[in-house]
């Protein structure tokens, strides 16, 4: 595709496979000075142990805890990948970039977040197990949600900066949030969405585009990519309990963070239907909400899921976040862009950003709230591990650390998404002209182009297939009696 | 789209959303009164156990039930979802209705459930735990199944109406055939599927349509939805072994479910191949029956799966499955559209109605033929549970008892579905005229038309497309702000 | 569709019947005379054992292993069933054949491996349980990827004679590597790979056909098809981890072949993307790169993902294996089917058998380099079970072993699938023409045909095309010939 170079240089045949080589490369290094196998992995501790402790199932966190990291493995490459498809003709770049990002965001996630919460301070080694595993995966989300605001609009080298400052900077957030002020955030209401919605929206204001309705033709859905999105908006939802309860403590709070996450999800799908249906002259659902909003409410309990929120509490929640969630789809999204200068391809304001703060304040004020008749001497300790340098904490300080907690995150995201941002709008990156966002030509190898026919042939083309639509109809009177 | 209306007022923009609205709270206001957290998920407990019966892994049922409910959990909201996405231009109905029945219907499913299971007479409070989120799912599968019978034929208001009464009737029909006459079902071949099967055949019966001819043009399937099903049927059929073995009790009962769920669902597929290829004059094989009757073997032992059926037990059972259920979708569903006027949208009949009676019958006949030279002394109180007021019960009553679970489950079924048809036949509901059946359109923005055209149209179609690319490109902008 | 009978007969209206029921009847005498419940399966023990033995979670295996089936189930069905769909009008056969197959193959795999592997001496008796699920998957995968070799060009007739003698082949040589050899190779880089990737390269060797390109016009993807495919991509990605832990010891082992394996293919889809843009003009990428080659660090790491091959080695191996992989895919297939006329539709050379080869090597090499000091003496014993016949095996002998094994794949692979190969010749499966290949049509009854249309519109369609096709028609053969 020629006319692609001669209106901007999409070219990433140098940059990309640089990139991924040196940076595989640079994984591979400091993999072999700084990561080995945790304690329940190598094998060389067996004698320092009882025999019984290495083998025993009861004493082995793998099978408690593996399950979870599947369910949470397949949201960040199913879930995100396959909502990010609803995209007309952009649906590899959603899946495959992905693909791509995940995959160097994780291992860089292992070393980041090893050097600032596992490093042993006598072997300078990080050890890594399954738990290690679902941290990486979290970490890697808070990027994948800032790749929904530009979605379409950067190219792969692009996405892969993103992402090595992103893991960075939540890395660093992460230990301010959880070991500096001893806030809790099982789900990451404020680590992982608040901090990844306002980085990747700040960058999308960095690398605004004027013209971007020169590529409207591309713009939107077709049915069948709408289809394919709710393949990742379903896995999303169904296992975002095993988000939220992923690394909890044993016991008590793990079930209660699955309970309260499956409930809050619950009630937001009946509260985005209704704001959806309203929001249309007859009624008519709109794609774009069922395919987000529904999903807002597991967002907003990020925090709060393992706190004894209650039942219904949970529902509450919910229910105000559909409404949120899908009103932003409706009001926020359109101002964002017009006024702000703000272009958010999958909306990730509605989704993450503004439900993250919502979460992080549900947080706080359910911590403030907590009472020992509620929670029980113990119970208090156990939930916000009130043990160590923190034992003489209140809830209601717990409660203002955790609001401060949602401020850090937010700063770091706005501040982060400003300065890698502007090194995104270096030109020596390859991002598409505006003409060809939203296009899967401009950075993959399409095999047929039968959806994207240049109008003037549209036409005839119907002309050819008036014929089939006879036999079409007669298969289906049998398939329907079937 | 005004032409709709004109025919008849698809009109669901005050409906909807007030039924949703109204319900959720409903459901806020109910869970506050009456639903708590179980012992294993509250933290208040603490001081009332040993600390280590809390946090031990060995004594926390989360971690041994929470993979079968997550395995639950995506048969119903991805394996019943998508498995109905087979029509060419009702995907967005079957996969996003789905979504919301099934949102509500685990609400209350958690309540009716929980009242008439396990209501706590001193708090009159309902403990949920884990295992209470799978018998929820559980419940909204039986409501989930009728929705198949009448697929793109009703609003989703009415499918809100059918999922509350549903959800109510077969808490009541649980209650009887669990607790009153102590029926084994650990998979549901009565309570679940037998149940659902036949309410919604009747509402489907008493919905009838003459004229739903005028929509032949929108019925059958196209090549990539066809695809979009299997995504559906296989994870159904994968997950069905966590499906009847997810609430069994521990031990080897839980182990055979499994092992013969496994077993009887792959000799289904060869049968329903081998009937389906028999079927056609070349031997090609049809989608339909691999998508549906594929899935009869795990319908079949939802019941028995548990027992001692023994391995080549199961597989008899899958055998005759696949082909009664094939034959049910070549010569069975025509005939019940002709002559009882039932209108069965994916044939649940096949699927769940027949297989289920047929597991009901298979359950009954081997619990009554239990022995001790089989089961042991132990096993057989085990098995079928003969304590407290039944631990005078023999095989052979046991056997009664479950036959007459059976005529419980079909009861409930025909005359609740009776009842609530004719609730659904009120005008006030905005389901589709005739000729707008099995069409996306009526309930859902779709961004563009290319494969739902009448062959007439189709060349103005492309006049149309004129208007329509603003419109789309207006739904674009719209959907790319958001 | 008589044109096709006219050029050749494929009507299986006959063989495809008579060959399902027959097997499964054979299945069903068969399972009934050998196939009996395991100890935890089985309820009469419960006398002979400690009440708490039976129902103790602790020691219910069951929960440990279950979640790691289900993962390995939806790779074998999901997984490698959509990985094939991605042929512009191949998916239903990719997907309902793979269906077929494997529902087949893994009740022959239970008969099979019980009769090598656990056959009780004193009964006569094969006892099975949820391990035994696992290990039957595993067997059928063997079958699948050999299906990779052949999709589009076989009957599902041949198909399932393919599953017969695989299978069987596949016990024989897994009992000589694992029980004779005592090779070590949990995750099957030789005992499924390699010998899955010869045995259907030999097949489609002996099945060569000279005038493929006259199906030219169905090879290759269409847009929706390569999505479709990357849900079996993503699938097989993600829930490798489990596949090469499923069946390891409890313990450290199972605990580093999933960290390994998670790393490892981590490591794969960078090189995978830098060589996929490396390869074309502008530095685009190749969906059938993403698709298959991300995947070769899983199969690299069959055999050592349990050893102590430490998170950086893994990282090595993944970074190499996608480099050959991709590399294999541009240059190797096309050399194979010009110069060794092997036409290999999904590339399962690229994908299976060298990687698998590769993983042989890197196995036989890091056993023969384990030492104490790494592993510790007790280390040593569990990793490579040094006990009983085998407790003076050194680690040198060991790696020998594990070259002996991987040459037994080999030769089973080549030997096996050149007399299975001349036993599919015959001319009595059913089998389409050359112009007939890759083409539903001929085994399924498709509903619409827009996306084939009749021979006589093709021209001016392709008019409408002209531009495109010249890319297409290349992307197509270089599609096929990966």
Chains 1, 2, 3 share one sequence.
Not at 208 to 227: A, C, E, F, T
């Amino acid at each position: 595709m020629d006319y692609f170079s001669r209106q901007k240089n999409t070219n990433i045949r140098l940059t990309l496979p640089v990139v991924c080589f040196v940076w595989q490369i640079a994984m591979i290094i400091l993999f072999g000075v700084f990561i080995r196998y945790d304690e329940e992995s190598d094998t060389h501790w067996v004698e320092t142990k009882a025999h019984d402790n290495i083998t025993s199932d009861i004493e082995n966190d793998f099978y408690f805890r593996y399950p979870s990291f599947q369910d949470v493995h397949v949201m960040i490459f199913v879930g995100f990948g396959f909502l990010m498809t609803f995209l007309k003709r952009y649906s590899f770049g959603a899946v495959g970039f992905n693909f791509l990002v995940a995959s160097f965001g994780l291992q860089w996630a292992l070393l980041m977040q090893g050097w600032f919460h596992s490093l042993d301070p006598q072997t300078g080694k990080i050890f890594i197990g399954v738990e290690s595993l679902i941290n990486a995966d979290f970490c890697v989300a808070g990027c994948l949600i800032a790749y929904g605001a530009v979605l379409g609009k950067v190219s792969p080298v692009q996405l892969l900066v993103m992402t090595l400052f992103g893991v960075t900077l939540f890395a660093v957030e992460e230990y301010i949030i959880l070991n500096l002020l001893h806030a809790r955030d099982a789900g990451g209401s404020m680590v992982i969405h608040t901090f990844g919605g306002y980085y990747g929206l700040t960058i999308s204001w960095v690398l605004y585009r004027p013209n971007l309705n020169q590529s409207k033709r591309m713009q939107g859905s077709v049915y069948h990519s709408d289809i394919f999105a709710m393949i990742g908006t379903l896995f999303l939802w169904m296992f975002w309990p095993s988000f939220n309860s992923a690394i909890t403590d044993h016991g008590d709070g793990q079930h209660r963070a699955a309970i309260n996450t499956y409930l809050c999800l619950a009630s937001t799908v009946l509260t985005t239907v209704a704001i959806s249906s309203l929001s249309q002259k007859t009624g008519k659902l709109d794609m774009v909400h069922i395919q987000n909003s529904t999903l807002a409410g597991g967002v907003a309990l990020g925090t709060a899921a393992e706190f004894m929120i209650s039942p219904y509490g949970a529902l509450i929640v919910g229910f105000f976040c559909g409404i949120i969630s899908t009103m932003g789809y409706i009001f926020i999204s359109p101002f964002l862009e017009k006024t702000l200068k703000i272009q958010d391809t999958c909306g990730i304001h509605n989704l993450h950003a503004m439900p993250g703060v919502i979460g992080g304040i549900v947080g706080a004020i359910t911590a403030a709230a907590a009472s020992e008749s509620v929670y029980g001497k113990q119970g208090l300790i156990n939930t916000f591990d009130f043990t160590g340098d923190f034992k003489d904490r209140t809830v209601l300080t717990q409660g203002g650390y955790q609001a401060a907690g949602m401020c850090v995150s937010i700063v770091f995201g706005v501040v982060g998404g400003a300065i890698v941002g502007s090194i995104l709008r270096l030109p020596i990156w390859g991002d598409p002209a505006d003409e060809n966002c939203f296009d899967d030509e401009v950075y993959w190898e399409v095999s047929e182009h039968q959806e994207s026919i240049p109008p003037i042939l549209e036409y005839n083309n119907h002309m050819i297939h008036k014929q089939q639509d006879l036999s079409e109809s007669n298969f289906s009177v049998e398939h329907c009696e079937s």
